[in-house]
């Protein structure tokens, strides 16, 4: 799998978009980039995913570049509970190929 | 999403005893299932990979017989720490995978802490 290097830590502001960026400049074709976030002391919860067109859903949105070797989760209007350690994590399919490979992530810290 | 349970959340016990961790998700079939170790401010690390029906696939330097992990139904992993000793404390975290292989998204329990005295 691709590796993926993220910032250690952000800080954003309440109610304004928090923009964490990823880079995995060795992403193959067929590899996805996947965000998932761990609140403290809680399993990870899956945001979103891709391969190369950008995503949206209720929760976040997901802008991946052209050559694909970089990406950004976008948190439209960040909240306290948003405050969580986010991964962005590039994978294939199919055998160990499909297996979740977690990082350091980014610390993110929403502040009134 | 999908819902994993995962139970016990919290479990302490003597060292030498065994402990199990069960995994169910809830609300759809999970012929794959995972199953990490979480050390404190570190990052989940995979420990193996549950298949219903068949042996679970461990990650280089996981011990399978200390660690046992059966997958019997659709709906029900579970991980076996044997002779559990205190540097076996940790945040274990299990996991089912959704959809096909394109889809591929993973679903989380809650955790297990698990504190060996």
């Known amino acids: 799998d691709a590796k993926t290097t993220q910032p250690p830590s952000m800080d954003c502001a309440e109610g304004r978009a928090a923009n964490l960026p990823c880079n995995h400049s060795?992403?193959?074709?067929?590899?996805?980039v996947y965000w998932y976030r761990q609140i403290h002391s809680q399993g990870p919860q899956y945001i979103i995913h891709?391969?190369?067109n950008n995503e949206t859903n209720e929760m976040a949105s997901l802008i991946i570049t052209e050559d694909r070797k970089s990406s950004t989760l976008i948190l439209p209007h960040a909240t306290l509970r948003d405050t969580a350690v986010y991964y962005c994590?590039?994978?294939?399919?199919?055998?160990?190929?499909?297996?979740?490979?977690f990082g350091k992530g980014t610390k993110l810290s929403v502040k009134p | 999403g999908a819902v994993v349970s995962q139970h016990p959340s919290w479990v302490i016990c003597k060292s030498g005893t065994s402990v199990k961790i069960e995994c169910r998700s809830l609300?759809?079939?999970?012929?794959?299932m995972f199953w990490y170790r979480q050390f404190p401010k570190q990052s989940l690390m995979l420990m193996a990979t549950?298949?219903?029906?068949?042996?679970?696939?461990?990650e280089q330097g996981v011990e399978k017989d200390k660690f046992l992990i059966n997958h019997a139904s659709l709906t029900l992993s579970t991980l076996t720490v044997t002779s559990a000793h205190p540097e076996d404390s940790s945040f274990y975290i299990c996991?089912?995978?959704?959809?096909?292989?394109?889809?591929?998204?993973?679903?989380f329990g809650a955790g297990t802490r698990l504190s060996v005295l």
């Open positions: 060795t992403i193959s074709g067929n590899e996805y």
């Open positions: 891709g391969l190369k």
């Open positions: 549950s298949n219903e029906g068949s042996k679970a696939t461990y």
């Open positions: 994590i590039v994978r294939g399919y199919g055998g160990s190929q499909g297996n979740l490979i």
């Open positions: 996991s089912a995978r959704v959809g096909g292989i394109a889809k591929n998204i993973q679903y």
């Open positions: 609300d759809f079939q999970a012929t794959t």
